[in-house]
Nanobody, 124 residues
Framework: QVRLVESGGRLVQAGGSLRLSCAASERTFDNYFMGWFRQAPGKEREFVAAINWSGTIPTEADSLKDRFTISRDPTKNTVYLQMNNLKPEDTAVYYC?????????????????WGQGTQVTVSS
């Protein structure tokens, strides 16, 4: 069973930066496509970024790629989401997810494993 634990969310002012981390269980990390999603109150869960197991194919949502960057450190079984120039509309719960596949998916329905989420709040 894949276990994912997110951390790094907090209250930050607009224009600030945050780095979210997602620690994955060691046994299953290498064969999974890892993703970040976010969900704001009253809205559907939204794709943010994803990365393949080797870290060679990072993909960010088109609307976020100029500010958000996904990466992973296989030696630490951890995936990161660097978020710069944060805006109030980035306020949401951010979730880490894992998908047993070598192919990218932007659909939350195709990710079988999820962390508990970490709250990011951006004040204006």
């Amino acid at each position: 069973q894949v276990r994912l634990v997110e951390s790094g969310g907090r209250l930050v002012q607009a224009g600030g930066s945050l780095r979210l981390s997602c620690a994955a269980s060691e046994r299953t990390f290498d064969n999974y496509f890892m993703g970040w999603f976010r969900q704001a109150p009253g809205k559907e869960r939204e794709f943010v970024a994803a990365i393949n197991w080797s870290g060679t194919i990072p993909t960010e949502a088109d609307s976020l790629k100029d500010r958000f960057t996904i990466s992973r450190d296989p030696t630490k079984n951890t995936v990161y989401l660097q978020m710069n120039n944060l805006k109030p509309e980035d306020t949401a719960v951010y979730y880490c997810a894992a998908r047993l596949s070598s192919h990218l998916s932007r659909s939350a329905q195709e990710y079988a494993y999820w962390g508990q989420g970490t709250q990011v709040t951006v004040s204006s």
